[in-house]
């Protein structure tokens, strides 16, 4: 059984672009939930999807937001990027219990 | 306000000895309680989860809650080498909120 898939690995924007993040979660798992690990500032709960709906956000700007397509995969969408928007995103599946391995962004 | 505090570290530990985590929460709400374990360079990987007061074994991991104290500590008997990275505590507040510590970095010595 695969597991959490990310892709990119790696994605290098300069300010004021927009970085696409996508996530496929466990198969047969409805659910994706994304995080952001800055350096310095710990693991953030960003968003989580289900079904195809958003469910809960965390505490981010507006201009992070993304979508569940109907086979359950995911985008994390980053608008307008900003220096300190550089860290490692994490999607998980069941809440915070299977990590994929990361989309690690580095903002210019 | 901080809720969720980890001992930044390192912590260093001879190898074959008990490294001891700990991690106090500020929310009484909290329910549930999640150790993970984070290679540099990876993502988190889950190694123990706790619920109820009291001491939970898996192996060589040993997680302690105390509820009324409000801290969930990890500890790992004969430490080895492979057991060096940063352990990342996590409290469930709800039915929709996780709130992760900053981790602690471990260091088994050789």
């Known amino acids: 059984e695969a597991g959490v898939t990310q892709s990119p690995t790696h994605l290098i924007k300069t300010r004021g672009q927009q970085a696409t993040l996508r996530c496929s979660p466990i198969s047969g798992h409805t659910s994706v939930y994304w995080y952001q690990q800055a350096l310095g500032l710990g693991l953030q709960f960003l968003l989580w999807?289900?079904?195809?709906?958003?469910?809960n956000r965390g505490n981010f700007p507006p201009r992070f937001s993304g979508r569940q397509f109907p086979n359950y995969s995911s985008e994390l969408n980053v608008n307008a990027l900003e220096l300190e928007d550089s860290a490692l995103y994490l999607c998980a599946s069941s809440w915070a219990q299977y990590f994929g391995p990361g989309t690690r962004l580095l903002v210019l | 306000q901080k809720e969720v505090e980890q001992n930044s570290g390192p912590l260093s530990v001879p190898e074959g000895a008990i490294a001891s985590l700990n991690c106090t929460y500020s929310d009484r709400g909290s329910q549930s309680f999640f150790w993970y374990r984070q290679y540099s360079g990876k993502s988190p990987e889950l190694i123990m989860f706790i619920y109820s007061n009291g001491d939970k074994e898996d192996g060589r991991f040993t997680a302690q809650l105390n509820k009324a104290s409000q801290y969930v500590s990890l500890l790992i008997r004969d430490s080895q080498p492979s057991d060096s990275a940063t352990y990342l505590c996590a409290v469930i507040i709800g039915d929709d909120k996780i709130i992760f510590g900053k981790g602690t970095r471990l260091h088994i010595l050789p």
């Open positions: 999807y289900d079904e195809g709906e958003e469910r």
